[in-house]
């Protein structure tokens, strides 16, 4: 939301405008207001041991893009912008003076109270910061840099931000999570913008050894494939790309200027394994919440950037705050710097949900329809006929949709054909006379054959017409089991609930029918565990099964008592 305000991607300047504060504090002080290019930080106590900060902003918005909307989003542009304080300043701020006090201590509170951030980062977590002119202006140029990068690298950039500020405070409370986190951090960054692509080299060398040897012994353009399989996996690939990431974007000056009076400085030819065992460690707390090294949690080796342990080299917490500042901080100016940007800002406004329309607002559209999306319409009209079942409620007028239908289905693609025909098929018995299609009985008889086929959709259609299925039992599992191994791929068919699992009862019914008690008690039991959340249906479920009788599918999808209208 700060990027918006600044303007950048409006186009007019007809816009509501409001002047905006926010109050925020901190262990930086300076006396003088500091102006950036979205807000100014006016100090108002800065003698005290936390000092305090007003946040003076402009908020503004376009008219023509927010219609009646004028103001939203200041909570969010207090927390934007404090993070870019506290990145810029190298300095802990919070909307709560608690927080800075806490976080900041220098002194134990109590005898078991012997972890103290500042130990740990002394710069950011220091009682008090007396600004230096250098760094109001390095601050200033920061604010503006970021505020110009592209939006795709702006929301990247400020989550990344908004991680590492957390890693700050979760420090005083956690420190393997707040290792982890500041990972988290360089990881969002090395995994949204690096190209990078493994080579066998950057395998795990004890599993690649013993796969070298396999490979000796096979055709070499088969391991050729496997290897390219083993490397689109994702451990090994994302570990490599973190430990790339960095090594592109840390400076030289990490190991020079920066390094000075630094104890135990991470030297360039360590950087590479103590990034291996960085990633390491943060896996086993993340998969196992096994503690990152033990030495590292002592405050005596706390001072450097590097614990050697069994001749491999470990990044202090301090360390990696460090490196994480420097990558982060490098990875920020190498962007390009946007003044202005065409993008479709509105949708980034806090507040904004997107959710899926309820289907009786885009099934009856016919105007663009194609036969690629019969299968997205059959789903959103069986999930109306489940709500219009419950509710009595009108159906959707889909007259001119299901005329379209006639003129593309003998052309479709089986695969689409299907679920246009079953849909066709099942919206004329659920309406009135004058609202079905003139002549569609005519029309279905054409595709009769396609109707004997067995396929989940027909399946639905002969259990919602009340038809007994003309397929055997094993077909109808395989094709209900094919429908579940598929059920969540980004095309697949959505069935409701509720005929769902009428389509199980009815496989149960159908083992019942033939003896098989065994497989029809194991078919009950697994619409029981499916009903979940439904107490009538389950002790419908459990009441028939104890006494090895069909159940009436219509007792769980409740048949319309009359024919019901569409909505015109």
């Excluded at 990027?3 to 003088?32: C, L, M, P, V």
């Excluded at 614990?307 to 360390?319: I, K």
Aim: glycine share 4%.
């Amino acid at each position: 939301m700060l990027q918006i305000i600044s303007g950048k991607f409006f186009k007019s300047d007809n816009r509501y405008i409001h002047e905006a504060k926010g109050i925020t504090y901190t262990n930086y002080s300076w006396i003088q207001p500091i102006k950036t290019c979205v807000a100014t930080l006016e100090p108002v106590d800065t003698y005290r041991s936390v000092s305090s900060y007003v946040i003076n902003y402009i908020s503004q918005i376009e008219k023509e893009k927010v219609g009646t909307l004028v103001r939203i989003g200041d909570s969010e542009i207090v927390q934007q912008f404090q993070l870019l304080c506290m990145f810029g300043l190298k300095a802990f701020f919070d909307i709560d003076r608690n927080n800075v006090e806490i976080n900041c201590r220098q002194k134990s509170r109590s005898s078991g109270d012997t972890y103290l951030p500042s130990i740990f980062v002394p710069r950011f977590f220091k009682s008090q910061i007396d600004g230096q002119m250098g760094e109001i202006e390095a601050f200033i140029k920061f604010v503006d840099k970021v505020i110009g990068l592209p939006r795709e690298k702006y929301l990247v950039v400020i989550n990344c931000l908004n991680n590492f500020s957390h890693a700050l405070q979760v420090l005083n409370l956690n420190l393997d999570l707040a290792y982890s986190m500041l990972v988290y951090s360089l990881e969002s960054l090395s995994q949204s913008f690096d190209d990078f692509e493994p080579i066998w080299e950057d395998y795990d060398p004890q599993i690649k050894n013993k796969l070298n040897s396999c490979f000796s012994k096979m055709d070499p353009s088969l391991s050729s494939e496997i290897r390219k399989i083993l490397l689109g996996s994702s451990n090994p690939r994302l570990q490599q790309r973190f430990i790339n990431f960095i090594t592109n974007h840390v400076s030289d000056s990490f190991f020079t200027d920066e390094a000075i009076d630094n104890k135990n400085a991470l030297r360039k030819s360590e950087l590479k394994r103590a990034l291996r065992n960085v990633y390491t460690m943060r896996s086993k707390y993340a998969h196992q919440l096994k503690p990152i090294q033990e030495q590292l949690r002592i405050p005596q080796f706390a001072g450097g950037d590097v614990f050697h342990w069994n001749n491999e080299p470990y990044l202090t917490f301090g360390g990696l705050a460090r490196l994480a500042y420097n990558v982060i901080n490098n990875f920020i100016w190498k962007q390009k710097y946007l003044k202005s940007e065409k993008y479709d800002w509105p949708r980034d406004l806090p507040g904004i949900v997107t959710l899926e329309m309820a289907p009786q607002y885009w099934i009856w559209k016919y105007e663009e329809f194609v036969p690629s999306q019969a299968t997205k319409r059959f789903s959103g009209f069986l999930s109306h006929i489940q709500e219009i079942v419950l509710s009595n409620d009108p159906l959707v007028d889909l007259r001119k949709l299901l005329e379209k239908y006639e003129s593309l289905i003998p052309t479709a693609k089986k695969k689409d054909k299907i679920p246009m025909l079953a849909m066709y098929y099942l919206y004329n018995p659920y309406v009135v006379q004058e609202a079905k299609r003139p002549n569609y009985e005519e029309f279905l008889k054409q595709y009769e054959e396609v109707f004997k086929e067995c396929c989940i959709e027909m399946m639905i259609v002969y259990l919602l017409s009340n038809q007994k299925w003309p397929w055997d039992v094993d077909k109808c599992v395989s094709h209900y089991n094919k429908y579940k191994e598929n059920r969540f791929s980004k095309n697949a068919l959505f069935v409701t609930t509720l005929i769902e699992l009428s389509l199980i009862v009815e496989i149960a019914n159908m083992y019942v029918r033939s003896g098989k008690i065994d497989r029809y008690e194991e078919w009950l039991d697994v619409a029981l565990l499916e009903a979940s959340g439904k107490p009538d249906i389950q002790k419908l479920i459990n009441e028939c099964k104890s006494k090895r009788v069909e159940i009436d599918h219509n007792l769980i999808l409740k048949p319309l008592k009359t024919k019901v209208d569409v909505k015109r």
